[in-house]
T-cell receptor, first 113, second 114 residues
Framework: GAVVSQHPSWVICKSGTSVKIECRSLDFQATTMFWYRQFPKQSLMLMATSNEGSKATYEQGVEKDKFLINHASLTLSTLTVTSAHPEDSSFYIC?????????FGPGTRLTVL | AQSVTQPDIHITVSEGASLELRCNYSYGATPYLFWYVQSPGQGLQLLLKYFSGDTLVQGIKGFEAEFKRSQSSFNLRKPSVHWSDAAEYFCAVGANSGNTPLVFGKGTRLSVIA
């Protein structure tokens, strides 16, 4: 089946720094990828839809200047958490769909100190 | 608007007992339905999916789910639960388009006791 990878799998950073998370579709091309955020013991919350070659579409309440998304190729989307703060600590998961299936990356655990 | 309801937040079953996790959806078109499992600190693993055809679908790890259009349900079942099945289970619905995200339920946490 289709594979989606994420890097890094976990990251710890200081408050005020920026963190970049990469999401790659390894064996298929994804014109659209999705970024989710998951707080402990909660469900996945869609943050934004990443479109190859164009601007991302953000869900209501998600700051686009805070969470920068770039989808420069058909296999790579990046999420940059800018000026991270402790409240940004969360589990970030990317997803891509192929043939209507939904494939998810393994997630990135971000901890901001 | 599309939505997924998983009525049970937490379920505890004995090892070897049968399991049914409920999922109800609201969707304007023909839904594509999914069940995922997530272990603590891990990503999502696809258990099974329904697109069309036979309404009883088989998945990995001995799981199956039945699509009932009249009840807008897609309940997940397993005849005999193993301790390793303890995890969080998410039901999701989506369109038959790769450009739309999946919508998730809030999840059901499964605990397995000896």
């Amino acid at each position: 089946g289709a594979v989606v990878s994420q890097h890094p799998s976990w990251v710890i950073c200081k408050s005020g720094t920026s963190v970049k998370i990469e999401c790659r579709s390894l064996d298929f091309q994804a014109t659209t990828m999705f970024w989710y955020r998951q707080f402990p013991k909660q469900s996945l919350m869609l943050m934004a839809t990443s479109n190859e070659g164009s601007k991302a579409t953000y869900e209501q309440g998600v700051e686009k200047d805070k969470f920068l998304i770039n989808h420069a190729s058909l296999t790579l989307s990046t999420l940059t958490v800018t000026s991270a703060h402790p409240e940004d600590s969360s589990f970030y998961i990317c997803s891509a769909r192929e043939n209507s299936g939904g494939f998810f990356g393994p997630g990135t655990r971000l901890t901001v100190l | 608007a599309q939505s997924v309801t998983q009525p049970d937040i937490h379920i505890t079953v004995s090892e070897g007992a049968s399991l049914e996790l409920r999922c109800n959806y609201s969707y304007g078109a023909t839904p594509y339905l999914f069940w995922y499992v997530q272990s603590p600190g891990q990503g999502l693993q696809l258990l099974l999916k329904y697109f069309s055809g036979d309404t009883l679908v088989q998945g990995i790890k001995g799981f199956e789910a039945e699509f009932k259009r009249s009840q807008s349900s897609f309940n997940l079942r397993k005849p005999s639960v193993h301790w390793s099945d303890a995890a969080e289970y998410f039901c999701a619905v989506g369109a038959n388009s790769g450009n739309t995200p999946l919508v998730f339920g809030k999840g059901t946490r499964l605990s397995v006791i000896a």
